[in-house]
T-cell receptor
Framework: DTAVSQTPKYLVTQMGNDKSIKCEQNLGHDTMYWYKQDSKKFLKIMFSYNNKELIINETVPNRFSPKSPDKAHLNLHINSLELGDSAVYFC?????????????????FGNGTRLTVT | AQSVSQHNHHVILSEAASLELGCNYSYGGTVNLFWYVQYPGQHLQLLLKYFSGDPLVKGIKGFEAEFIKSKFSFNLRKPSVQWSDTAEYFCAVNTYNTDKLIFGTGTRLQVFP
């Protein structure tokens, strides 16, 4: 059973398009994240949700909109895609003590979505 | 701002050599510390973690790390590397006032037979 699953694995699209990436976790974790890994392998957090509530929103363009319908799902919608959005996007989940309480468990990562914008 | 530094960007070793990868963080409070490994084309997998207790932690695949609070360091070690250890290694820190992991820039390890 896959603990954190995200789809699609690969996404190739043209500039200006809108696309979504889906993520689901079956670990019973209360917090989910989106990280972006650029071509130099640098990992930067974008968003985190705790029990469907947005907790962390780093300096990400508002073309990126996360949505958490329940605590097991966190989707990422991207409007008006740009060349610079090309990267690997990782979903992750963990157990925390609540907002601002630190993590109780390591983050478990999904397999990543490689987004290529042409 | 909190940050994590990995000074070794690219390490090349022969099989059976010993490995030590440096990790330093900037935060004066309580931290949780992690090392993750990313094999080529794959996602991040946890190697080991430190939450509290013995500062010398052992992880999977023969890796270990030592938390030295006075030096704000959490260096990763392995006495004898294998070709299959070729991967990208990331140190990460969680501070008690946030729910996020801050990652270092990663160290690329290449092990040659």
């Amino acid at each position: 059973d896959t603990a954190v699953s995200q789809t699609p694995k690969y996404l190739v699209t043209q500039m200006g398009n809108d696309k979504s990436i889906k993520c689901e976790q079956n670990l019973g974790h209360d917090t989910m994240y989106w990280y972006k890994q650029d071509s130099k392998k640098f990992l930067k957090i974008m968003f985190s949700y705790n029990n469907k509530e947005l907790i962390i929103n780093e300096t990400v363009p508002n073309r990126f909109s996360p949505k958490s319908p329940d605590k097991a799902h966190l989707n990422l919608h991207i409007n008006s895609l740009e060349l610079g959005d090309s990267a690997v996007y990782f979903c992750a989940s963990s157990l925390t003590g609540g907002p601002g309480q630190g993590v109780y468990s390591p983050l478990h990562f999904g397999n990543g979505t490689r987004l290529t914008v042409t | 701002a909190q940050s994590v530094s990995q000074h070794n960007h690219h390490v090349i070793l022969s099989e059976a050599a010993s490995l030590e990868l440096g990790c330093n963080y900037s935060y004066g409070g309580t931290v949780n510390l992690f090392w993750y490994v990313q094999y080529p084309g794959q996602h991040l997998q946890l190697l080991l973690k430190y939450f509290s207790g013995d500062p010398l932690v052992k992880g999977i695949k023969g890796f270990e790390a030592e938390f030295i609070k006075s030096k704000f360091s959490f260096n990763l070690r392995k006495p004898s590397v294998q070709w299959s250890d070729t991967a990208e290694y990331f140190c990460a820190v969680n501070t008690y006032n946030t729910d996020k992991l801050i990652f270092g820039t990663g160290t690329r390890l290449q092990v040659f037979p």
